[in-house]
């Protein structure tokens, strides 16, 4: 099996990259030719399309719905801005009319035998929130139904304006980021229609296809795009015409600017498919290209060996200019990551949101999720598989933090970033762990606490089944799901089902708990006792579910002699005794105390000790005491330099 | 007393606060005795939090991020600033940081703040008494001073006061809030972005630097001619620092060099997170060195512009009104002392 992988990966490694791929991976019921030029002076994109759709379900199609993402950015009634304004921690920022976005439907037809011009009965509708100002879906009647398994050819033209950048796309100066920028169908059902409105906290949702676009940018600008390129051509009127080319994505993205670098790279493994890689880097970063190349060979290698193998054969690794807001960003073999002047190494800046990006390639990009509802399958899966990477191959990572307007960093020598915590993001969950029921659709969440369900709490509930079920039962999981669900859009019930099936267990239970709950996980230890008793020691120790979610976990006391005793607790109680007599007295006990539930959001509470260990907590107090008072008398004689 | 150059005064000042070592050891005692109530309860609190969790002992033996994460999540007030950015020097970058950026601080620790500048301020009369006088003053006559020029020097404060509530209040909300974000909306590149900031955090701190200067010499005026006008001494000090600028200045820079010097040396000596027992005190007390260093640092500030204004212009012809009597004003006692031409 090994050698037929390493057969495929070799006879990969010499085949030409062309962004085809046959046979096909994905249903491609949803394929776009697009043709746009960009006029820097104006700001506008002019656009038309031709998509050649297929209906995939069960039902007949009576409509179409279009997502028209740039609407959000119109102006402030939109529900996005709503949204933003809802969540925001300070006001958000006004901008000026000349930045805003929009996007206009000029034409909108459909070909072939039910021919007709749909231009006039296009309507926009709300399906979310009934805002009758959003503008950010549109509809159109079909003249006649397409049957199941029917095809239909569309036809649009659009214009566009570029706005200063809103959620990772826009223009700043000279730099463009494309995203989300064409009229785009939604995902036909056998429900209806899946095509919701943009929101502040949710990102996409669409169908596989082929994508062929030509884009006309100013000519000597380097353009970075999903797929590959296959031609270009410069045109009389010093613009160049650029064609990219992909089979089996769901999305386009591009990107253009005069100032970037371009670097190339190749990923290759004895088992994996080789991937070139292009990164586009802003001169100011270009000392950081390898380390951009290596987090992506990171992500590469161990996404691969533990989920499954990246297909496309190339990747694009943006670095977006400063400001731009175009960081952190997945698209279909194209990336954002970003970093800054001066980033320290061992912190985890750029690998972090490097490795995040590439790995949505795997969560994203081939497993299809549906953002609007489901964001924990792609977000928190990744985050969940970003961690893993990082406490695997970037450790020991330190923690850093940045002052002077957070442009100087500083690197903690002291502090070794762990997964669990640091990675998985603890501290943002805790904050944030009743805000939200995790099944609620993601675009209902709370806006401003939305990321810490969706990423954070998905990640520590993920490796808390790992550490549960050990990591061999995990990779199965995360392995056969990844297989089975490729090119296609699971539902959270796809995944649960995965992973009873291959861990033989009924996990249901605790999906109830993490995933159609907001209840917080925390046991701890409520009391420990050795009272002498004649020549015997009487330990009593009770341990405590402060929290009201349920997981069963190890108790451990452990006694004078070195003697351990672990005991099983379901944990569905309030509370449990333990009691024992012996010639020992007992030294501690701790509510797992193999730290298998991440989600416990007090873990200090979690283990208690007797004397003489129990000395420890007045010389941690002391000695963070000391530390803070040198803080606080050099804050003091910052300010007495006024005096 | 002949006319100093600028590196004269100031090594005059060191001179000058090393010949009074008791001065420095009282304000850090002051500094000392400020902070340890606060950094009592801190540990109260800590304390409380760790009860008898084995978390503990981690959080002894070097840093137990996740119980840090823990306890900042919960605490509030003078415990939600048990951070990581507490440990060696990153404490120093935090606290600059801060005072550039302006960056809120909790309320009790901003009231600690005040209750300290008024402490300086008190002692402000009786160190620059001190200095100017060249010789012992005794407790009693060092306190005496203090509380003889601690009203005047309140009044100095409101001036003082207005001065940098205008600079931090108004001018820096102006230059970072509106002008950097304005100037910066459309840079797209960071290095940019950087020297504009670099510049106006140089910018602000010449301003900062030009109030500093003038209070200096004001409060050394002010005890040096036995001035009682809070605006007169303003007044006084920017006609002084206008007719000996080069000097005036040259003192000043060579003060923040040396400045700049104590955090570089505190850079590189700092103390980690380290361990506890005996490492845990030997980490505290170079943390305490460093404190009497930045001490000595705004001391020898004063004793040199003592120093380069008396060797400039302490002479009767710019003593302040009321005509100074035997032996109460230092002019009047460095003129009694000057060599007769």
């Known amino acids: 099996m090994m050698a037929l992988a390493s057969l495929t990966a070799a006879a990969a490694s010499h085949a030409e990259v062309t962004g085809t791929i046959d046979p096909p991976l994905s249903p491609r019921n949803a394929s776009y030719v697009i043709d746009a030029k960009l006029d820097p002076a104006s700001r506008t994109i002019t656009g038309s399309e031709v998509i050649l759709w297929r209906n995939i379900t069960t039902k007949p199609a009576t409509e179409l719905q279009f997502h028209l993402y740039w609407n959000a950015w119109r102006d402030d009634r939109s529900t996005w801005l709503r949204e933003a304004k809802l969540g925001a921690r300070r006001p958000v920022p006004a901008v000026r009319p000349d930045e805003r976005a929009r996007i206009d439907v000029t034409a909108l037809g459909v070909r072939g035998s039910a021919r007709a011009d749909l231009t006039t009965v296009m309507r926009f509708i709300a399906p979310d929130d009934g805002n009758t100002d959003d503008r950010t879906v549109l509809a159109a009647r079909l003249p006649q139904p397409v049957a199941p398994g029917g095809s239909l050819t569309i036809e649009l033209s659009w214009t566009a304006h570029v706005p200063r950048t809103f959620a990772r796309t826009g223009v700043i100066g000279n730099y463009y980021f494309i995203a989300q920028w064409f009229p785009k169908l939604g995902v036909l059902q056998d429900g209806g229609w899946n095509c919701h409105q943009f929101h502040n906290g949710t990102e996409f949702f669409s169908d596989y296809g082929s994508y062929d676009v030509r884009m006309t940018v100013p000519t000597g600008w380097i353009l970075g795009a999903t797929g590959v390129e296959r031609e270009h051509h410069d045109n009389v009127d010093r613009t160049t015409t650029h064609r990219y080319h992909q089979d089996d994505v769901h999305d386009f993205v591009w990107t253009t600017s005069p100032g970037y670098l371009e670097r190339h790279a190749r990923f290759e493994h004895p088992t994996l498919p080789p991937v070139d890689m292009r990164l586009l880097i802003q001169p100011e970063h270009a000392w950081q290209a390898d380390r951009h190349f290596e987090a992506t060979r990171a992500a590469f290698q161990y996404y691969g060996e533990w989920f499954g193998a990246y297909p496309y054969g190339h990747i694009t690794i943006i670095d977006p200019a400063y400001q731009s807001g175009a960081g952190g960003m997945e698209y279909p073999t194209l990336f954002t990551a970003g970093t800054r002047l001066f980033a320290l190494e061992h912190v985890g800046d750029p690998e972090d949101v490097t490795i995040h990006e590439a790995g949505h390639q795997f969560w994203y990009g081939i497993v299809g999720t549906n953002e609007f509802e489901d964001a924990w399958m792609d977000e928190g899966i990744n985050t969940f598989s970003e961690a893993r990477v990082m406490g695997t191959w970037a450790a020991p990572t330190h923690f850093g933090q940045r002052y002077f307007g957070g442009f100087i960093p500083y690197l903690f020598k002291d502090i070794v970033i762990n997964r669990e915590d640091v990675w998985n993001h603890l501290a943002g969950y805790r904050r944030a762990a009743k805000e939200d029921v995790q099944s609620t659709p993601t675009y209902r969440y709370y806006p401003a606490s939305g990321g810490a369900i969706t990423y954070d709490k998905t990640a520590l509930w993920l490796n808390t089944m790992e550490r549960w079920l050990g990591w061999p039962t995990m990779q199965r999981i995360m392995s056969t799901y990844f297989s089975r669900w490729k090119f296609k859009h699971p539902k959270p019930q796809d995944f649960f089902d995965v992973a009873n099936e291959v861990s033989g267990r009924n996990l249901n239970g605790y999906f109830d708990q993490v995933y159609r709950s907001s209840n917080v996980f925390d046991y701890g230890i409520q009391d420990l006792r050795s009272d002498k008793d004649g020549d015997k020691y009487r330990t009593v120790a009770v341990v405590r579910r402060y929290g009201e979610a349920i997981f069963p976990i190890d108790v451990r006391v452990t006694f004078a002699d070195g003697k351990q005793v672990v005991e099983h607790w379901e944990g569905a109680e309030r509370w449990h005794l333990y009691t024992y007599e012996g010639t020992e007295p007992a030294v501690s006990a701790e509510a797992d105390p193999g730290h298998v539930l991440l989600l416990d959001v007090n873990r200090t509470n979690n283990s208690r000790t007797l004397a003489p260990l129990n000395a420890a907590g007045p010389e941690a107090a002391t000695k963070w005491s000391l530390k803070w008072m040198v803080w606080l008398q050099d804050y003091l004689l910052s300010w007495s330099m006024f005096v | ?341």
């Open chain 2, 1 to 341: 007393m002949t006319r100093a150059t600028a590196a004269q005064a100031w090594r005059d000042g060191v001179d000058r606060v090393l010949r009074a070592p008791a001065i420095i050891v009282g304000v850090w005692l002051v500094t000392l005795l400020i902070s340890v109530p606060l950094a009592l309860s801190v540990r109260v609190e800590l304390m409380n939090h760790l009860g008898t969790s084995l978390a503990a002992q981690s959080a002894a033996q070097s840093v137990n991020y996740e119980w840090m994460q823990e306890f900042a999540d919960q605490a509030t007030g003078l415990g939600a600033t048990v951070r990581p950015t507490i440990i060696g020097f990153a404490a120093v970058l935090d606290n600059l940081s801060a005072i550039a950026d302006a960056v809120p601080r909790p309320v009790v620790v901003v009231g600690v703040a005040v209750a300290y500048v008024i402490v300086w301020l008190f002692l402000a009369g009786g160190i620059i008494d001190r200095y100017a006088r060249g010789r012992v003053t005794g407790a009693h006559g060092f306190f005496a001073a203090c509380g003889g020029y601690f009203f005047r020097f309140l009044r100095l404060a409101i001036v003082m006061g207005v001065v940098y509530g205008f600079l931090f209040g108004l001018v820096h909300g102006w230059m970072f809030d509106e002008l950097y974000p304005r100037i910066t909306r459309s840079v797209d590149v960071e290095r940019t972005a950087f020297l504009i900031r670099g510049s106006l955090y140089l910018v602000f701190a010449l301003l900062l630097a030009a109030a500093n200067v003038m209070f200096d010499y004001a409060k050394v005026r002010a005890v040096v001619e036995d001035r009682r006008s809070a605006v007169g001494a303003v007044v006084a000090a920017v006609h002084f620092i206008r007719r000996h600028f080069a000097a005036a200045v040259s003192v000043y820079a060579l003060n923040v060099i040396v400045f700049g010097l104590t955090l570089a040396v505190y850079a590189l000596l700092a103390p980690g997170a380290g361990s506890t027992g005996w490492l845990m005190w030997v980490g505290f007390a170079i943390g305490q060195l460093y404190v009497i260093l930045r001490v000595s640092v705004k001391l020898i500030f004063w004793a040199s512009e003592t120093s380069l204004f008396q060797s400039r212009l302490a002479h009767a012809g710019y003593v302040a009104a009321p005509t100074p009597a035997w032996p109460d004003s230092p002019t009047a006692e460095a003129l009694r002392a000057a060599p007769t031409r």
